[in-house]
T-cell receptor, first 113, second 115 residues
């Protein structure tokens, strides 16, 4: 069975400092992993995805994530936070053995001026 | 631009009064999904269509129904809304049914209020 855990429900960083949003997954097979961002009262937008190609994945808006099989992690990072990054972030896992995708509970990112 | 459109963006209904939410897409995707998202929670899949093939999640209440008259449009019908159905409803599309490898494209959502 697959599952995904976002280790922090809230993260606060100052503008211009690095961002780290943590995600661990459990999957019986080779998973596909996604990060989505949701701004208030908006739909979800795909930031990046991992589908068994390069383990370091670059996404939009300067975000990237590294797939680490040994640690079963797919943490999202950004070198320098911007005020517009304040939003909810969802880590999502799927594998070909199950016809489902599983959302993490989300991490709310706060950017301090 | 190709996109997923939801109407209305905000819907207010009364307890027990049927309501229909609308989703349309210009992506020509085979698969369309409806999610329910309550405050500070992750989206919860209600059902999806693969072309005209309807797939209901096991725990989706009978109060929720869906129609897909053609590739572009999909509707969510709530037959007798209760206070617990107040939520954001998200429509999404995907190019294939293989959710493991293809991302979903989300609409902006419809926020439903039940009085």
């Amino acid at each position: 069975a697959q599952s995904v855990t976002q280790l922090d429900s809230h993260v606060s960083v100052s503008e211009g400092t690095p961002v780290l949003l943590r995600c661990n997954y459990s999957s019986s097979y080779s998973p596909s992993l996604f990060w989505y961002v949701q701004h208030p009262n908006k739909g979800l937008q795909l930031l990046l995805k991992y589908t068994s190609a390069a383990t370091l994945v670059k996404g939009i808006n300067g975000f990237e994530a590294e797939f680490k099989k040994s640690e079963t992690s797919f943490h999202l990072t950004k070198p320098s936070a911007h005020m517009s990054d304040a939003a909810e972030y969802f880590c999502v896992v799927s594998d070909s053995s199950e016809d489902k995708i599983i959302f993490g509970k989300g991490t709310r990112l706060h950017i301090l001026p | 631009d190709a996109m997923v459109i939801q109407n209305p963006r905000y819907q207010v209904t009364q307890f027990g009064k049927p309501v229909t939410l609308s989703c349309s897409q210009t992506l020509n995707h085979n698969v369309m999904y409806w999610y329910q998202q309550k405050s500070s929670q992750a989206p919860k899949l209600l059902f999806h269509y693969y072309d005209k093939d309807f797939n209901n999640e096991a725990d989706t209440p009978d109060n929720f129904q869906s129609r897909r008259p053609n590739t572009s449009f999909c509707f969510l019908d709530i037959r007798s809304p209760g206070l617990g159905d107040a939520a954001m409803y998200l429509c999404a599309t995907s190019g294939t049914r293989d959710r493991g490898y293809n991302e979903q494209f989300f609409g902006p959502g419809t926020r439903l209020t039940v009085l």
